[in-house]
């Protein structure tokens, strides 16, 4: 599968953006989704997970309650919306895709990745 993420750009503190990321290639529905972001000299890491059908999110406890993922698997997009941006949200954001369709998601163990968006959040 393919993956395409796009919405990225500078923010003030406290703002909101909404990434998106587009899958081509496969069908969207038999894979849970997600996104990771990588800060300047630090490891890359896990945000947010959606299984296939979107009943189920996993969070990192950083973004909990100010970050959602959501999917519309008739677009075959997945979004993540960050409102109340930090200046330490400031990173690439990745998305992810993990074959399968399980009830429930956690960290996701990706199959696929896309390309990055970078977020900038200043103070």
């Known amino acids: 599968v393919q993956l395409q993420a796009s919405g990225g750009g500078l923010v003030q503190a406290g703002g909101s953006l909404r990434l998106s990321c587009a899958a081509s290639?496969?069908?969207?529905?038999?894979?849970?989704m997600g996104w990771f972001r990588q800060a300047p000299e630090k490891e890359r890491e896990f945000v947010a997970a959606?299984?296939?059908?979107?009943?189920?999110?996993y969070y990192t406890d950083s973004v909990k309650g100010r970050f959602t993922i959501s999917r519309d698997n008739a677009k075959n997009t997945v979004y993540l919306q960050m409102s109340s941006l930090k200046p330490e949200d400031t990173a690439i954001y990745y998305c992810?895709?993990?074959?399968?369709?399980?009830?429930?998601?956690?960290?996701?163990?990706?199959?696929?990745w896309g390309q990055g968006t970078q977020v900038t959040v200043s103070s």
């Open positions: 959606i299984n296939w059908s979107g009943f189920s999110t």
């Open positions: 290639g496969r069908t969207f529905g038999d894979y849970a």
């Open positions: 992810a895709a993990q074959l399968g369709r399980a009830s429930t998601v956690y960290i996701l163990r990706t199959d696929y």
